[in-house]
């Protein structure tokens, strides 16, 4: 981990101007999401672990959906001198960790993460520039404020950078 790190819990999300780095641990069927402006350089992380607020009773926690989540970083971004149109997406995890006999969609929470996290930046005109989502297995992301790169770990893949 960076010497200059700042730590995002699960079902949180935080933003830090230039020189900055993010970082999550444990990404199993959870989302992380880097938005970066190209042009001040700030960035933001959000470790989301639901896909949508209203299919939940306790939903106070913003940070801990999707819709609600992604929403909440973008209005961070641009509170903090962030343009809307300077902004770009990275997204890791959304794994399916455990297997099942059932088909079930309930069941298939990486997927849904996923999918939903890509259906909220749609809306909000983000475009995702790169992903690391899907398969059976964990990670964990830093995000650097210097050029946008996501470095992303894994246990038995190794390190690459999105």
Known sequence: MAENSIKVGMADLKQTHHPGVLVTLGLGSCVGIMLYDRKTKN??????????????????NKAKFADTGIRQLCELMLESGCRKGSIIAKIAGGAQMFSFSQGSDTIRIG???????????????????????????????ECYSDDGRMMVRTIGYGVHYI
Do not use: C, F
């Open 111 to 141: 997927q849904r993460n996923v999918e939903a996290t890509r259906e909220v930046l749609r809306e909000l005109g983000i475009p995702i520039v790169s992903d690391d989502t899907g398969g059976n297995y964990g990670r964990t992301i």
């Open 43 to 60: 960035i933001g992380l959000a470790h989301i672990m639901l896909p949508w607020s209203h299919q939940a009773k306790n939903n106070t």
